[in-house]
Every structure is written in C-alpha cells, then in structure tokens.
C-alpha cells in the first residue's frame, strides 16, 4: 500500500500494514507527530526529492518532503539499523486507525 505527503511529491510504499506504530517520546518525534511503522529496509519503496536532517550527533537520516517539508520516514545510511521508520500519518487515516499505538523512545 503507498502513502504520500501533503503535496504529493513523495510517495511511500510498503509491503503490509505494520502491526503497531510507535509514537516516539524523544524530542524530534513529538515535534513532527510521529507515528513510525518499521519495516525492513528493503521492504519499503520511497520515491520523490527529499532533504535530510541528522538529529545532533547521531546517524539516522530523517527524511521530509522537499517541497511540502512533510516528514516521511527515517532510515540509518550506512546500514547498522536493519529496519526503517515509516510515517504512517502519510497514509489512509481510516485505515490505520485500527493499528495500536505504542510509545517507546
Ligand atoms: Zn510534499
Ligand atoms: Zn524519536
């Protein structure tokens, strides 16, 4: 199923829906609303011009829309992390509102 930002530019899409979606307590993910979805990394298609934020000194990518600045997935460059977060805010609401949120840093 794809998911997609505000403006459309950048579409997401994932293999199946994920079981749970965790909104993230720490600083940046309670700034842009995050609802992650993890999925293996190469599970998951992203097309679409995206910037780039690396919070602080760590190495995860966080991607936003380049035109609309909607926040749509992160994922760790060089490979130490085998999944990737997913926001799953950028897909149909009623579709997701049946999967439980968790809450864990
Ligand atoms: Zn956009
Ligand atoms: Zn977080």
């Given at each position: 199923m794809r998911g997609q930002c505000d403006c459309g530019n950048v579409t997401v899409t994932i293999p199946e829906l994920p079981s749970e979606m965790n909104a993230c307590p720490c600083e940046f993910c309670s700034r842009v609303g995050a609802r992650w979805g993890y999925f293996k990394r190469d599970t998951v298609q992203v097309d679409g011009k995206t910037d780039v934020y690396r919070r602080a000194t760590r190495t995860i990518e966080f991607h936003r829309c380049s035109i609309c600045g909607v926040v749509t997935h992160w994922h760790e460059p060089k490979g130490r992390l085998p999944h990737m977060g997913v926001q799953?805010?950028?897909?149909?609401r009623v579709v997701i509102a049946e999967i439980p949120i968790v809450i864990e840093p």
């Amino acid at each position: 199923m794809r998911g997609q930002c505000d403006c459309g530019n950048v579409t997401v899409t994932i293999p199946e829906l994920p079981s749970e979606m965790n909104a993230c307590p720490c600083e940046f993910c309670s700034r842009v609303g995050a609802r992650w979805g993890y999925f293996k990394r190469d599970t998951v298609q992203v097309d679409g011009k995206t910037d780039v934020y690396r919070r602080a000194t760590r190495t995860i990518e966080f991607h936003r829309c380049s035109i609309c600045g909607v926040v749509t997935h992160w994922h760790e460059p060089k490979g130490r992390l085998p999944h990737m977060g997913v926001q799953m805010l950028n897909f149909d609401r009623v579709v997701i509102a049946e999967i439980p949120i968790v809450i864990e840093p």
